[in-house]
């Protein structure tokens, strides 16, 4: 018979003996199985996704904005057995037990991947997993700074704060993920001694709502995710290259002189960003600048572009109780009625209810009308989970537009992020839309958002915790993270201290989607520092814009193949067991191996080389074997970085600005060991063009055998294309063999006879 499986020390309670049988019928879009408990679908959405739902008759799933994938008839085949029915994709085979109406997820040959293990509905929401494995390893779950990468043996809270990101995405190296449907503040156990290999519980919802995605590899349980709940946008190029931010510029000329300095000593530099407090006291909401600090925002936007230099500016949720802004949002009920306390600096204020549409519409509408019209290329939308009073967990007292608060908690910066790229699409169509948020939900990648990991300390501890909650978080989809570089509340530049750990912080920062220096107190431009630190920041500023053409590749690969730039090691090393849990080394795109020194005044650190084929030392060309720990040069100015066997590596020139014209040649450094191949992207940059086909990819692929780069035909165009490129193909281990190609889009082929000898 059905069992309900009470969770939490609650026993398990048998139904009574009049209880009728479990009932199965196929249904147009799936399975259908009815208890005295309430009713079991399962509903296939592509050959390795499928929905599954638990709840009373009439049940049709949890509040779930993240989720737009529009249903598609997928082929399926039901069978019956004397304990079981299965429901069969050409991918997946799901179970259902006729006594215990639990699922079973397995491969298309049978072999068992994970299982329920009992559900109850009683006190919220609870779904139990169990596995043959012991020693459950677990990633996603959005960005916690807990210093973990596995979650076994640890309980994770899903619940918006500064800081902490709940995403509802769970991943398994074992090749499968739960996209988990459910708003509500949750907690995860993981391995717990006294539980099941997974535990989820929710404090509200309707009923068991949930994803399950199979790859078996992790791209492919990512792609599922997306296939759900939406595509990332390429971002700009500019947005890929150097960000110089403070906490705040006071003035419109001390944000000026910032760029106009960047630009006299010849540092790269993209972009700039005006936080927060530049308006008048009382008019945080206003959209509106001080004019007596900021006296001509346009031209001051304006000169900035004059210099190549792109900026963005801070926009809050929040406004204060007396602008015009509060009062037109109060008016159409757009406004959660308590007024609260600022967590910083002193005051009141009123947050708008982003789970409104027409809120979030007069929302867009006042920030394009304020600030959107003077130029600024994207937004920061600072305290995004909402922070509301700073009391986390204050949601589940207001009701908002989409219900109960309890209920639609964690989803509050999906809907502020959608206010805002939608507006950005529809009101600046020559610019792709950028934001920077610092809290996110399930499906937020669609937005164009990048989140940083909130107002962090600057100190080792906190650094070192940043690795696996930036890889955590991008193993839960969303594909673009950053840090404040050196920390939010950093010390003195002048302190040797601080400068060694904001150069270790730099060098991270290098190989992170975003490269961004932000923080509270001493301003942290690189002239701020002594010239030794200069130096190295200057080496690898110029080795982050000699890597664009690799990074603004690996963002198409994110758009086009629903890829992960920045990549812990088990997307790439599943069957590695070491692999699976080193929270300090990942890949950034899918050559280049980074091991950033977390340890102050150290001159090496141990590295694991994962996987059975050879790795090269980005720096020295040495080949090493995989599958060994490695003691790596870690000198104050060298962040280990290796290059896997098999890779093609573009290595363009260092520009001041990531759009700026070159006819210096591109360098293609081989990497020999293995076969290989890669996909040099292009496009014009900006606007949304590529949606419609302007973009061009050159494919290239090294014969390992026949040492020989081979350079297909040129795919596609865009306006302003260089009619030809210059590359410079080169062996990567191997110093001065260098051969010039003038590619025009046809295809070449480069003999490197001695690469790999």
Request: proline share 6%; aromatic share 12%; with cysteine.
């Amino acid at each position: 018979m059905w069992k309900s499986l009470f969770i939490g020390g609650l026993s398990a309670c048998a139904l009574a003996a009049h209880a009728a049988p479990p009932a199965m019928q196929r249904v147009g879009t799936g399975m259908e199985v009815r208890t005295d408990q309430g009713v079991l679908t399962i509903e296939p959405v592509a050959p390795r996704v499928v929905h599954v739902r638990f709840g009373p008759a009439g049940y049709t799933g949890n509040y779930n904005p993240a989720v737009i994938a529009q249903p598609q008839k997928i082929a399926f085949d039901i069978g019956e057995s004397a304990d079981a029915w299965t429901l069969s994709t050409a991918g997946l085979k799901v179970r259902v037990g006729r006594q215990d109406g639990n699922v079973s997820f397995q491969t298309p040959d049978g072999k068992e991947i994970v299982k329920e293990g009992g559900r109850d509905l009683s006190r919220g929401v609870v779904q139990r997993f169990y596995n043959d494995d012991h020693g459950t390893v677990l990633y996603g779950l959005g960005q916690h700074q807990n210093g973990l990468l596995d979650y076994g043996g640890n309980i994770v809270r899903l619940q918006q704060a500064n800081r902490d990101v709940a995403v509802p995405m769970l991943v398994s190296p074992k090749g499968y993920g739960i996209l988990w449907n459910n708003a509500a503040v949750t907690d995860v156990e993981v391995d717990i001694p006294s539980g099941p290999p997974i535990l989820i519980r929710s404090e509200a919802g309707g009923g068991v709502d949930y994803h399950f995605m199979y790859g078996p590899e992790l791209d492919d349980v990512i792609k599922g995710y997306r296939r759900l709940t939406g595509t990332a946008p390429m971002m700009p190029r500019w947005t890929w290259g150097l960000w110089q931010s403070k906490e705040h510029y006071k003035t419109q000329d001390e944000l000026l002189s910032v760029a106009a300095k960047y630009r006299e000593m010849k540092v790269p530099l993209d972009a700039v960003i005006q936080d927060w407090q530049y308006w008048l006291p009382g008019q945080w909401g206003s959209h509106e600048f001080d004019k007596a600090r900021f006296p001509a925002p346009a031209a001051m936007v304006k000169k900035l572009h004059d210099q190549n230099v792109h900026t963005i500016i801070s926009v809050w949720a929040r406004l204060d109780p007396d602008t015009a802004n509060t009062k037109a949002l109060d008016a159409m009920g757009g406004l959660y009625p308590p007024t609260y306390p600022n967590v910083y600096p002193a005051g009141k204020g009123r947050w708008y209810d982003a789970y409104n549409p027409r809120a979030r519409d007069l929302y867009w509408r006042q920030v394009m009308r304020g600030l959107g019209t003077l130029g600024f290329d994207g937004w920061w939308l600072d305290a995004s989970e909402a922070e509301l009073g700073g009391w986390w967990g204050q949601m589940r007292e207001l009701q908002t537009g989409a219900g109960p608060g309890s209920v639609v908690y964690n989803a509050y910066p999906l809907l502020h992020t959608t206010a805002v790229h939608d507006g950005m699409k529809r009101d600046q169509p020559g610019k792709r839309a950028f934001i920077l948020t610092r809290s996110a939900y399930a499906g937020q990648q669609r937005n164009a958002a990048i989140t940083w990991s909130g107002d962090t300390m600057g100190n080792w501890d906190v650094f070192r915790r940043q690795i696996p909650a930036g890889l955590n978080f991008m193993l839960s989809g969303i594909p673009y993270w950053s840090a404040d570089i050196g920390g939010f509340f950093g010390g003195s530049p002048k302190d040797p201290a601080y400068a060694e750990l904001f150069t270790r912080w730099f060098q991270f920062g290098v190989f992170n989607p975003m490269f961004r220096v932000h923080g509270t107190g001493d301003g942290k431009e690189i002239w701020q520092f002594d010239d030794a630190t200069q130096k190295i920041m200057r080496d690898y500023i110029d080795l982050r814009y000699r890597l664009l053409p690799y990074i603004y590749s690996a963002s198409w690969d994110v758009t086009h193949n629903d890829g992960t730039m920045m990549r812990a090691l088990a997307f790439d090393f599943r069957e590695d067991e070491h692999a699976l849990h080193i929270p300090d080394q990942y890949m950034f795109g899918k050559a280049l191996l980074v091991a950033p020194v977390v340890q102050a005044k150290a001159q090496a650190r141990d590295v694991y080389l994962p996987g059975k084929d050879a790795w090269y030392d980005f720096w020295s060309g040495a080949r090493l074997a995989g599958g060994q720990v490695v003691t790596a040069k870690a000198d104050i100015a060298t962040i280990p970085l290796y290059v896997r066997a098999g890779s093609i590596l573009p290595l363009g020139p260092v520009k001041q600005f990531a759009d700026e014209k070159s006819d210096a040649p591109v360098d293609l450094v081989v990497y020999p060991g293995k076969d290989g191949a890669y996909e040099l992207y292009d496009d014009g940059g900006d606007g949304y063009a590529y949606e419609k086909g302007a973009y061009a990819v050159v494919r290239m692929t090294w014969n390992d055998g026949a040492r020989r780069l081979d350079i297909a035909p040129r795919q596609g165009r865009y306006d302003g294309m260089p009619a030809r490129q210059a590359f410079a193909v080169r062996c990567g281990p191997k110093a001065g063999e260098i051969v010039k190609v003038v590619y025009d889009g046809k295809a070449a082929s480069v003999p490197l006879p001695h690469c790999g000898n």
